[in-house]
Structures are given as C-alpha cells and as structure tokens.
DNA sequence: TCATTTGTTGCTCAACATTTC
DNA sequence: AGAAATGTTGAGCAACAAATG
C-alpha cells in the first residue's frame, strides 16, 4: 500500500493504476509517451517526482528512474537533478523542418533555408556540358565507395578554401551533411551516449539524435555562441562523448563564432576528450581566413562541408573529413548507410568546383545575401553583432511571450511561414523567445519586404492578436 | 571470496580481475571486446558460463549478463539459453562486402556481385539523352522530399511489374537498398529490438543491425528457405518484432522462395505481428507471377525494390513501399537519413523506366544470367533445385570443412576472389559449409570459365592445399 | 553553509525459461 | 520424465550528486 494517501494531492501526470502490467516501466514509459504524443500533458509541464510517483504507484524508485529514460532519450522529456523532470518544449510542434507543402504556396516562405535556388541553372548547365563530355558510364558502378582519386582531389581543393588541408585518407565524400551526421552518429556514437549542443540547435540533428536514442546536452551560450565553462562543466557531470558545432553561421542563432572562442571550445573539446561533429555548411559565408574548430583538433573531430547551401542543395553531396582513429568506423558507415555516394552528382560538383563555376556562384549569392540583409535591417536591427552579417536568416528576439504555436499559427493565417525559437529547443532552460526569419526563401526582394511588413505589423500592431486569448503567455 | 578456486580451472576466457574497474559491467564488456576484436578469442569459441564468470570474480551474476548484453548487441558474441555463450563466427573477416581494391586488381572476382556492369551505357545514354531536354534545374532543390508525383508514378508502375500495386501515398523514393533497410531499422526499431533473419544473411545488413545494436535472430532454413515452424517457434521465445527476408533469391543461398512458402511465412509474420522488411532487389530474375510477401501482408510491411541490379548500380535509387501506419515514422526516417534523394537520379531511372529501356536492359540481363549458369553448371552442378536458376551467384556446398579465412586467401593466391559461408552467419548453428560464387562480376564469360576452373582445382587437386596445415579444419 | 528535494547509477536478488543429459 | 546447467528478465536497494533555499 502506499505510504500517503494521494486522493487529494494534485499530481501534473497521474498515470492510471488499473491500466499498468507487467513490466511495470515498459508499461509507465508507454502511458508518459501517449499523454504527450496526444497532448495531454503540454510542453513544459512539470511531471510529478519519481518518488512521488513511486510512492503513488507503490513501487520502487528506480523502476521509475528506468521509465523516464526511455522517454527522455526519445526526446519527450528531460531531467534535471534537484529540479525535476519536465516535457520537452518541441514536441506538440512537428520539429523537422521539411518542404512538404509544395503544393498551392499561398504564404511567403520565411521558414524554409533555401539557398537561392535560381543558382540551379547553372548546376543544370555543368549537367548538360558533361554528359556532352561522355564517359558518364564509369561513374554508375558500385567503384570508390568513398570517392574515386579525382573526387577526393576536388574535396581537398574545396576544404582548403575554408582552410582545412586534409590528406587524401583521410577524406570522404557523402551524401549531403544531414547523410553525414547520420552516419558519423551511427559509426561513433550508441543508443545513450550523450552529446553537448547548444541551447539552440538545428531541428534536424535534434530529432535524428532522437531516433538514435542519443541524449542531447544543452550547453548555455553567450553572444559569442556556445560558453567554454559551462561546456566544460556539463563534460565532468555527464560523461558526454560529443558536441555537435556549426560555427560559421549557427542554425539557428545566426551568430559566427570568433576564432578567440573557436580556440576556447577546442581546448575544452581536447580536454574532456571529445568527438567533434562540425557541420559547417556555411564555411562559404564566414571570413576568408577563419580558421574551423577542427584545425585545432584534427585528431578528434568529423568536419562535415555540403554543397547544399553553397552551391546546389538536390544534388546531395557533401565532403567530410575524418579524423585517421575514426577511419575504418566512418568508412563501414558510409558503406552501411549509403554503400557510396552517386558518382555522377559527385562529378557534377566537381565540374563546378574544377572550372571556377562554384566561386562564382558563392560570390554571387554572397551579394544577394547582402542585399536582403540590408532589406531586413529596414525593418528590423540586428540584435548581437556576432552574427552573420551574410546569413540567410536572422534570429529575432521577442517582447513578449507567445505561445509558439499560436503565434506560427497566426503568421501563417496572415500570409507568411516563420519558425518560433521553441522549435530549436533541446530543453526549456532559456526563458526568451526568437523568431527565425528566414531571408533566401522568398521568390525576390519585393516579396521579402512584404513579409517582413506582415511580420513587423504582427508584433507592433495590437490589432493583429487582440482577439487570440490563448497567443499571448 | 569466491566460493571456488578457479587456479587450476580452465576457462576459455579469464579477465584479469586486476583490471576491473567500476562500473564493472562496462569493464567487463570492454576486456571481451578487446580481446575478441584483436583475436585472443577465436570465432566459435564458447566462453565461460555466466555463472562460472560471476563466481571466480566474486561479483553478481546479473552483472555479467549485463556485460556479455552490450557484446551481443554489437553482434559480437552470441548466447542460447541452456547451451552458453559463444564467440561470433564472423568476426575475423572483414564483414562488409565492398570493392575498395579497385586498383591492380589481380585475381578474378567471384566475390562481390556486379550486376553486369556494361549496361550503364544504356544509363549513360539515358543521361545524355535527359540533359538536352533541359529543364534540370528543376531536379535540382528541395522539393518532393519523397518524390515528386511523376516518380511516384513511376514507382508505382515499375512495382506492378512485380506485382505489388499500391496507393501514392505509400511510396517514397529512396537512395538505393542499403539507405532504404537503413532509414527503416532507425524509423521502427530501436537498440535492442530483435529481428529474424534467415541462418545465413546478406552481411550489409547483419553489419547495419550491428551498428544498431538491434539482434538478429537466426531462424532455421530448409530447401525452400526460412522454415516457418521455427520461425513460430523463435517468435514466442523471443519477442521479436521483425523480419528481413530477401525472397525473390536469397542472398547468399540463392533460394527463390516459392509461392507457398511466401504464404506461410506471411502467416507467421501475420500472426506475430512481426513487421516484414521485403527486400525484393532480385524480383526482375523472379517468374513474373509470383507475388510478394507483402502483397498477403501489406498492412505491416516495407517493401523494398532497389534498381542496383535491374538497371544501374552506381545511379543510387530504390522504391520503398510503406504500410499506413508507418507512413509518419518513415517520412521522418527518410528526412533524418538523406533529406531526400537527388531527383535528378530519379529522373534518369524514370526515364529509362518509361521509355521501355529498362524492361530492355532487363531482358537482355536475363539472357546473359542464363548464359553464365550454363557455364556454371559444366563445372559444379546446382545443389539445390529451389535456387533460383537465373542467380547472379550460386552456393557451392564445401565436402571438406575449411577454416574460412586460410581458405579465402588460399583462393586470393590462386587468382580468385571468392567469399566463404562464414561471412554470411549470423550464429553458427550450422555445421554445413559453402563458397557464394559471384557470376556477374567477371569481365566476360572466358574470365567466368577460367575462374571457375581454378576454384575446381582448389577444391579437388590436393596438390592445391597438402602444404596448407591450417587450411582444413 | 547545510539540509532538503530530486534525479542517477551500479549492483544485487529472485523468479523464470530453455537446453541437455 | 526430471534434474542440472545455462541464459533472461524485471524489480529493488543503497550510495551518490546536483539544485534549491
């Protein structure tokens, strides 16, 4: 029997005794996944102590402790030690960002990261001037799983622009960086292993860590981007085994980490012995003689480079350096996830790389990016002058507290898609609110001014929401 | 203390108790690791009881189930309740089947399967074909994450020609096989997850499970393949919730599995709720009436049709059929692991496939396939008549029992490369051995014949092997 | 500063199931 | 058929660690 009687005792999650069985955890994980898969527990709530419940459900603690891992590495919920255990802030909202709504567009696109698309003509064009060439036969056979001596060559050529010299062993080339990560998480990581990423975190590598079963550790940042101590600090408490870095233009806080932080955050990753998974798809928008993190750690890091954003994001292709102890394993995963990546897309990359086509493409995408960004400071100023100057999207801190999905609910009601900070999330340590405000999906210029003429309106002008009780939290 | 003393006592492994460290568990599993993966344990090897362990190093015996839990899930070693623990048989060899020796290829390849590599011209062509029509940038963006409404289509109507129609809403274009069993072991299962396979599996994927940590169990074989009874029977023991079969011909066996057996196993599948991965990469060399397991069972299966070896290998593109309730799960999967597959390679598979060229190559492909078994068939008969006769490969029953590796290098020095049974186990339950001979990567039928004739002299001039102590076991 | 609250971790225990003889 | 050997599983216990006030 339990101890206290709990008739009257308010519980935030009150799982049904009758409807437990034998395992008992199994059984608890199950009811906690349901309630907030289906919305009744909100984002946030505060899930009763695991004694509490223990001593409700009269059994013992740790077979809550076993419950609440299973939903915690899925990434329904997380725990804090002395604080408690709360739902996840993402999950009512659906957390990968993907084109799914091609169909009858009738917003503008502030969500979405298109990279410029209209640069594709000139992918199609090397397309076209290569199967003039002939020889495509020799790029369709199951040959160089991780990239023919010409393939590997043109990736040494394109990391060394973002000032990475790798030798030829240690290059691969994938299928794009989101493959890359897949891969890199499946080759050196297991279900329970625990990486450090920041606060805010690109949507994508949350919800594969979450497929993985791999546990993601929120590190608090600054205006600099993510913070040395606390990164250093979270490493003697959890036995991390990654971290997960985008520094050129963080996704989504826009913010370009200085090479004084870099060299801070390598010194901590060298320290705590730390894998370093750095995507750094926007090398291409960073200072010329920005050195990456992984150059002050090449013997323990993955750097990961896509075309995606720089030079065509459907032909899927990206390069990746390995560090020589993580040779074979990266080798076995691309082979286990990919077998290898398409030659032929790989030799179109090459045809832009190899005949300047591809710095001419960066080079004109870097004014575009200029010129919207000029657009939006129109209308709004940018907030901290460590970002990007030249990214593609913007993180715009709110005033007021909204409930994300209202408010993303509203925007789109009033012709534009924006993606709330909620969405970034690992774990609701941070109390302010961002909208990203995507620049480089819109058809044009005009078209960005309109929707950042909705946007503004929406948050200056009260009209907009004074009807919309549950907008404002 | 422990209860015994263990100085004189012999056990097959013997962890240094000195090196123990906290947490045991963890330690322990690491010094198994070590040691089988630098060979101080032999393949097979059957290692102490679990109980045995405990007591000579005065720990719990749980504690050694937990350790010997984390090697088994790496698919290092393998337990039978009531028979005990043993050693992976596969281990030493490199598992994964992949053509990094491109270069000074000396020998004649009998290993890996080509799938008569000459035919990419007709890709090529394809290609070049595509490319003047223009309209590429097209192809080129994010759209269509699981495929646009015409290479829907067209994936519906490549699957008819086997039999399976079904709705566009449960087809996704995917980047070949590999990345399609990939997504879909991270979509629907999780480490510790178990799915049944047949006794001898395709290596790629018992290395993908491995990765994974999900276990396979071996599920016994007869003429005809899987065995439905043990099947059953393997399902009430073990809670398992899959399955991946490969019936069109089984991969390494060759078996083409008949439409009653298909029935059975659907059954099975059927009863135990298991969820079916088809992989039907061989279905274009299967009687064109037969049907899928998932046609008895498609509210629970996944269906794979991969063009590696129908049409071009190298061009990366598989259709992927997904039962509803999987539909959320496996959109995320596809999201999560590439972001999408370049459509441009869609396009050229859609090309060939809607201009009449694939059913061409196909056709055509057959004729040599029959061709290269005749050829076969004058140097070793088919040992099995439900094999496939059209197989790329053939298993060829070994009379001797050989220690796999010695005889592989053996065959390395004769001038063939060829892969032993070994590669194919998942446990070694089998006493029976056999050589997969790949027929479809020779240059020619010369090159087939010359081969073939080594590997007869190998097997049956003694002269070959009377040096070789270690070669037959 | 220290006690309280809350989550974490490794190990032990006991009941159970299968295989073998 | 039944006993012994062997692996499996769920739950409990206790020491520990962080956050809070």
Redesign the interface.
């Known amino acids: 029997m339990p101890v206290n009687s709990f008739e009257n005792y308010p519980m935030t999650w009150r799982p049904s005794k009758t409807q437990l069985k034998s395992p008992l955890y199994m059984s608890i994980a199950n009811l906690l996944e349901y309630d907030i898969v289906n919305g009744y527990l909100a984002p946030n709530t505060k899930l009763p102590p695991q004694r509490e419940l223990a001593d409700y459900l009269d059994i013992n603690l740790s077979t809550i402790t076993r419950a609440f891992k299973i939903c915690e590495l899925k990434g329904l919920i997380y725990a804090q030690t002395g604080k408690g255990t709360f739902v996840s802030p993402n999950f009512g909202l659906e957390i ?1 960002i ?3 709504t ?1 169909e009858n567009q009738n917003y503008i696109d502030m969500g ?1 990261i ?1 990279p410029f ?1 209209d640069f ?2 000139v ?2 064009e090397a ?2 001037k ?3 060439k ?12 991780i990239g023919s001596p010409y393939h590997k060559m043109t990736a040494m050529k394109w990391l060394k622009n973002f000032n990475l010299s790798v030798k030829a062993d240690n290059v691969a080339i994938t ?2 960086s ?2 890359s990560v ?1 891969l890199t998480l ?2 050196l990581f ?3 292993d625990k990486i450090a990423v920041d606060m805010y975190t690109y949507p ?1 590598f949350i ?2 860590a979450n ?3 791999i546990k993601l550790i929120p590190i608090k940042g600054d205006a600099f981007g993510m913070n040395p101590e606390d990164l250093d600090v979270q490493c003697k408490l959890n036995s991390i085994q990654g971290i997960y870095l985008t520094p050129s233009c963080n996704n989504p806080s826009a913010i370009l980490m200085n090479m004084q932080r870099k060299e801070e955050i390598a010194r901590i990753i060298k320290k705590n012995k730390l894998i370093l998974i750095e995507d750094d798809i926007f090398s291409f928008i960073a200072p010329r003689h920005y050195l990456p993190i992984s150059y002050f750690v090449p013997e323990q890091s993955i750097y990961i480079c896509s075309v995606s954003k720089s030079l ?5 292709v990206a390069f990746l350096y390995f560090a020589d102890k993580f040779s074979a394993n990266i ?3 691309i ?11 790989v030799e ?1 990359v090459a045809e832009l790389i190899n005949t300047g086509l591809a710095e001419k493409i960066v080079s004109d995408k870097l004014i575009i990016a200029k010129e919207r960004n000029e657009i939006y400071k129109k209308y709004f100023k940018i907030n901290n002058e460590n970002e990007n100057p030249l990214s593609f999207y913007r993180w715009l801190p709110l005033d007021q507290k909204y409930d994300a999905n209202e408010f993303e609910k509203l925007a789109l009601k009033h012709g534009i898609r924006i993606y709330h900070s909620n969405r970034f999330l690992v774990a609701n340590l941070e109390e302010k609110q961002f909208l990203r405000v995507s620049l480089s999906s819109c058809l044009d210029s005009n078209e960005l001014e309109k929707g950042l003429k909705i946007l503004k309106d929406i948050l200056y002008d009260t009209t907009y929401y004074k009807n919309n009780n549950s907008l404002i939290i």
């Open positions: 990968s993907v084109d799914s091609i979405l298109k698309d594709n003509l992918t199609a397309i076209k290569l199967s003039d002939g020889c495509l036969e020799n790029l369709l056979n199951y040959s160089y799983p299928s794009g989101q493959n897949t499946i080759s297991g279900a329970g994508n919800e594969l497929m993985l079963n065509c994001s459907g032909i899927r080798i076995r995963g082979h286990t996830t990919t077998i290898k990546t398409p030659a032929l897309n179109v």
